[in-house]
């Protein structure tokens, strides 16, 4: 039976795994670690309406409530440095200091999309920090791990995921990072 959550019709991700790319639907071993009390939750959605701004329009939920996802890398020493940063919707990612300076490069920039997509397993406007390769740090904003549910992609385009935001700090890999996310310009 679905729960409601904002707009959006949610089950335990765990019994339609058929809504998640398969690198996700194996990452939720890691949740019995960090999420035992909270499993996580997947909803169906129109992949047309999958960005977070209109998902967030479609299904109700506020924007600060959305999360996005995002590959960056970055060179030194001739080597790739890969991270996936997590920030609220209502902010933007801090590529050039926060990340920059996690990664120890000179210049951090988002991931090409077809890089991001081969190198994750998942659909492009889709990635979520939940079955990420392993050995990638995983930056997490400090007001995502605040927030008591989050929407965040699934893998796919066609769901969403709704999880404790504590419970994204507590991935392996994971880190919180106070100003990931930097106010939007207005």
């Known amino acids: 039976m679905a729960e409601r959550i904002w707009g959006l019709a949610a089950v335990p991700a765990a019994e339609r795994t058929d809504l998640l790319a398969a690198p996700v639907a194996a990452g939720l071993e890691d949740w019995k670690a960090v999420a035992a009390e909270r499993p996580p939750l997947v909803a169906e959605v129109d992949p047309e309406l999958s960005d977070t701004a209109a998902a967030s329009e479609a299904y109700g939920f506020p924007m600060e409530a959305g999360a996005n996802c ?45 890089d991001a997509v081969a ?49 994204l700090a507590g991935l392996p890999g994971a880190e919180t990072v106070d100003g990931l996310g930097l106010p939007l310009e207005s």
């Not at 890969?82 to 991931?111: E, I, M, P, Q």
């Not at 492009?124 to 929407?151: K, N």
Request: with cysteine.
């Open 70 to 114: 995002i590959v960056v890398t970055g060179k030194r020493g001739g080597e790739v440095r890969t991270a996936a940063c997590v920030v609220l919707a209502t902010t933007r990612l801090d590529v050039n200091g926060a990340v920059r300076r996690r990664l120890d490069v000179r210049k951090a920039s988002f991931a090409r999309q077809d």
């Open 119 to 167: 190198a994750t397993g998942m659909e492009y406007g889709g990635i979520t920090p939940v079955g990420l390769p392993e050995g990638w740090p995983l930056l997490v904003d400090a007001a995502v791990a605040a927030c008591p549910l989050v929407v965040v992609g699934s893998g796919v385009r066609r769901s969403k995921l709704i999880v404790p935001g504590a419970a």
